[in-house]
């Protein structure tokens, strides 16, 4: 089945740091990825949706600025918090769709910023 | 805009029983709709997909059907067992623009106690 990986699987930074977010399709092609955010005991809130070799398309009160995304190949996408702040400590996973019939999701990745 | 709504938000239940978890959409007009699971601190597994064309689909103790003229949709879980506990999420997927996106449900929490 398709397989999606994410890395780092948490991670702890300081407050004015910038963190990077790796999710990467490992057997198929993904024309799309999709990035999410969920807060505890929340449900998945759509960030960001993007496509290999074009701007990331973002959510209504997702600050583009912030939440950095670069999806350079069919198999990478990351996500870049910068200058990260308590507030943006939460637990963020992404997906991706080959052939815009399923997405297909990682893992996750725990962000806590001290 | 399409809202998710899911009930219970909590159930605790005996090992055995069998139960039912609701969710319900405000626009019919889906391509699909799909249940998920969620542990705790982990990403989602997809537990089946419906298509806006059918009424149901089964894997193993699951049944998920679909009505969507009415805007609802039914997870049956059979025989529950204290590994089934985690996290259920719909989502739904538009029929025309928005691409592959998913509008996530608000989750049930499941407990099956011993």
């Known amino acids: 089945g398709a397989v999606v990986s994410q890395h780092p699987s948490w991670v702890i930074c300081k407050s004015g740091t910038s963190v990077k977010i790796e999710c990467r399709s490992l057997?198929?092609?993904?024309?799309?990825m999709f990035w999410y955010r969920q807060f505890p005991k929340q449900s998945l809130m759509l960030m960001a949706t993007?496509?290999?070799?074009?701007?990331?398309?973002?959510e209504q009160g997702v600050e583009k600025d912030k939440f950095l995304i670069n999806h350079a190949s069919l198999t990478l996408s990351t996500l870049t918090v910068t200058s990260a702040h308590p507030e943006d400590s939460s637990f963020y996973i992404c997906s991706a769709d080959e052939d815009h019939t399923e997405q297909f999701f990682g893992p996750g990745t725990r962000l806590t910023v001290l | 805009k399409q809202e998710v709504t899911q009930i219970p938000a909590a159930l605790s239940v005996p090992e055995g029983e069998n139960l039912v978890l609701n969710c319900s959409f405000t626009?019919?007009?889906?391509?699909?709709l799909q249940w998920f699971r969620q542990d705790p601190g982990k990403g989602l597994t997809s537990l089946l997909l419906?298509?806006?064309?059918?009424r149901e689909q089964t894997s193993g103790r699951l049944n998920a059907s679909l009505d969507k003229s009415s805007g609802r949709s039914t997870l049956y879980i059979a025989a529950s067992q204290p590994g089934d506990s985690a996290t259920y999420l719909c989502?739904?997927?538009?029929?025309?623009?928005?691409?592959?996106?998913?509008?996530f449900g608000t989750g049930t929490q499941l407990k099956v106690e011993l």
């Open positions: 989502a739904v997927r538009p029929f025309t623009g928005g691409g592959n996106k998913l509008t």
């Open positions: 419906i298509q806006s064309s059918q």
């Open positions: 993007s496509n290999e070799g074009s701007k990331a398309t973002y």
């Open positions: 626009d019919s007009a889906i391509y699909n």
């Open positions: 057997d198929f092609q993904a024309t799309t």
